[in-house]
């Protein structure tokens, strides 16, 4: 029994330090990702929610964005463009028209990265 603990203790921290090492990738990628929203997309706003913003990653993370500013016909060109520069996938919520709840959220728990 005490094998299967110490294999599960040290399956669990394992994960752990793989949650931190992808937090500090997404960390590090943030500042630039927010410079291209800003600059090439107009960005007025820009709000890191969802689980970046907490202390509890998933399964299959991403990083949530709410963006105010950008011009509709230009999210996808937006999404494309931090694909290149994300560890993950990200998820662009703008706030003027997302769903209501979201947009709620993450004005609520959200941490603003950008606002001008």
Known sequence: MDGF???LV?????RADAQVA???RVQEALPEMVRVLVA???????????????????DEPDI???VAGIDPALLGRAAG??????PLL???????????????R???AGIVLYSN
């Open 5 to 7: 603990i110490d294999q």
């Open 10 to 14: 040290r399956r669990y921290a394992a």
């Open 22 to 24: 992808l937090r500090t």
């Open 40 to 58: 090439e997309f107009g960005a007025t706003r820009v709000i890191l929610f969802g689980s970046m913003a907490g202390d509890t990653l998933w």
């Open 64 to 66: 949530d964005l709410l």
């Open 81 to 86: 463009r931090l694909f290149l520069l994300a």
């Open 90 to 104: 990200v998820d662009l919520v703008p706030i003027e028209t997302g769903r209501r709840e979201v947009v709620e």
């Open 106 to 108: 993450g004005l609520l």
